[in-house]
T-cell receptor, first 115, second 109 residues
Framework: KAGVTQTPRYLIKTRGQQVTLSCSPI?????VSWYQQTPGQGLQFLFE???????NKGNFPGRFSGRQFSNSRSEMNVSTLELGDSALYLC??????????????FGPGTRLTVL | QKEVEQNSGPLSVPEGAIASLNCTYS??????FFWYRQYSGKSPELIMF????GDKEDGRFTAQLNKASQYVSLLIRDSQPSDSATYLC?????????FGEGTQLTVNP
């Protein structure tokens, strides 16, 4: 079974631009979560989608948004990029949402650099 | 208080030794606990999960959970240089997965 895939793997943008990242979950998984990882803050939860609905949202500004399609693929968008948005963006998929048994499997990540 | 805290690193052990990684969590209602391993430049990889009090063994890895004391640990027996990585503790808190900051482990040949 193929794992979680993310595109693009690397991205360089300038301040003020916007960016869209894509994530395809493991086949059969309906929950997709997004995380931001930086050396100083560690892994921080952005949001989770299940069946095209946002189920959870972390403490990030409204510039960070996402959506999920009927085939469970998900995209996240960051508008008006800031230097501090430079990070590794990780997508994780799981079979179900929330609950007690939410084993999440991560994709390879998208490394975003904002200049 | 952070939701999930891990013992400060970095942790260095000789090859063949037991590496002990600890994690405490603040939400007493947490039900599920996970250990992820992350090699430098790579994404986290799930290595263990535990839901019930006690020990769970998988090869050289043993996860231990004590809900009364709100801690979960990971023991790596016969540590190998290939175990050198950052280990992330993650807890289901509410309906989201919350990660600790990780403990960097180095196994010296």
């Amino acid at each position: 079974k193929a794992g979680v895939t993310q595109t693009p793997r690397y991205l360089i943008k300038t301040r003020g631009q916007q960016v869209t990242l894509s994530c395809s979950p493991i086949s059969g998984h309906r929950s997709v979560s997004w995380y931001q990882q930086t050396p100083g803050q560690g892994l921080q939860f952005l949001f989770e989608y299940f069946s095209e609905t946002q189920r959870n949202k972390g403490n990030f500004p409204g510039r960070f948004s996402g959506r999920q399609f009927s085939n469970s693929r998900s995209e996240m968008n960051v508008s008006t990029l800031e230097l501090g948005d430079s990070a590794l963006y990780l997508c994780a998929s799981s079979f179900m949402t929330g609950g007690s048994y939410n084993e999440q499997f991560f994709g390879p990540g998208t490394r975003l650099t904002v200049l | 208080q952070k939701e999930v805290e891990q013992n400060s690193g970095p942790l260095s052990v000789p090859e063949g030794a037991i590496a002990s990684l600890n994690c405490t969590y603040s939400d007493r209602g947490s039900q599920s606990f996970f250990w992820y391993r992350q090699y430098s430049g790579k994404s986290p990889e799930l290595i263990m999960f535990i839901y019930s009090n006690g020990d769970k063994e998988d090869g050289r890895f043993t996860a231990q959970l004590n809900k009364a004391s709100q801690y979960v640990s990971l023991l790596i027996r016969d540590s190998q240089p290939s175990d050198s990585a950052t280990y992330l503790c993650a807890v289901i808190s509410g309906s989201r997965l919350t990660f600790g900051e990780g403990t960097q482990l180095t196994v010296n040949p």
